[in-house]
Every structure is written in C-alpha cells, then in structure tokens.
C-alpha cells in the first residue's frame, strides 16, 4: 500500500513539472517573436564637425555609439567628417543620437550639423 501511494505522489510531482516546463517554453517563444517584430531598425547620415583625428575622435564617437542603447551599428568617416548609424527607432531617436554625439568630451568638440535617414547606406568606398 505505501508503494501505490508512493508512486501516486511521484507521479504527481513529474506531471507538475513536466507541465510547467511546457508553459514556460509557450510563454518565451511569443515573446521572442514579439521581440522580434518590434524592432523598428532606421539607417541615417549625418555629417559631423569639429573632428580632429581618426582614432581619437572618429573611433571614440563610434566607439560611443556603439555602448548606447538601441543603436544597431556605427561607422563613423573622419575624412569626409560623416556617419552612419543603424538603430532601432522604438528605443532611440535620431534627436537623441544627435545629442550624443554631440555630448561627447563634454559637449563642446562635436556638432551634427545635418542628419539624414536613408534607405541604405552607400559603400564605404563612395562615403570616402
């Protein structure tokens, strides 16, 4: 009699677990699917002042960038003082990467003086 019952609650705690496991891979596969279809990935130019070298400045503005929330990719040109920034647009706005780029070393080096959102970017050999 104790194994009948023995086995009755061992077969109840399997059932238990076993279904809470499946709820929980249901519960993360929508938001992972969610996820993905709110993302709002956006592609700008902009063009920025007051660069003075390629690593300490371009890479350091690039560098940046990239450590900010929603921004996707980041290249930024010091020859042709411009940059190109993939982000996603429900977390960041092309306003607010303006603004920090333009706070960088204090906020009084850098200017964006004009942005654009592109479709795609151009090759990085034309951007040259």
């Known amino acids: 009699m104790k194994f009948k019952n023995l086995f009755s609650i ?9 279904s809470c496991e499946k709820s929980a891979e249901k519960n993360n596969a929508p938001s992972t699917v969610h996820k993905e279809l709110t993302e709002n990935i956006k592609n700008i130019e902009v063009d920025i002042e007051g660069m003075t070298c390629e690593i300490g400045c371009a890479k350091l503005i690039q560098s940046k ?31 607010e990467i303006k603004k920090e780029i333009q706070k960088i070393a204090g906020g009084d080096l850098y200017k964006v003086t004009h942005s654009e959102e592109v479709e795609s970017f151009t090759e990085v050999n034309k951007m040259q």
């Open 65 to 95: 960038l990239y450590k900010t929330g929603g921004v996707k990719f980041a290249e930024i040109n010091f020859k042709n003082k411009k940059g190109k920034i993939s982000f996603n647009a429900n977390k960041i706005s092309t306003d």
């Open 10 to 18: 061992l077969f109840v705690i399997f059932f238990l677990f076993s």
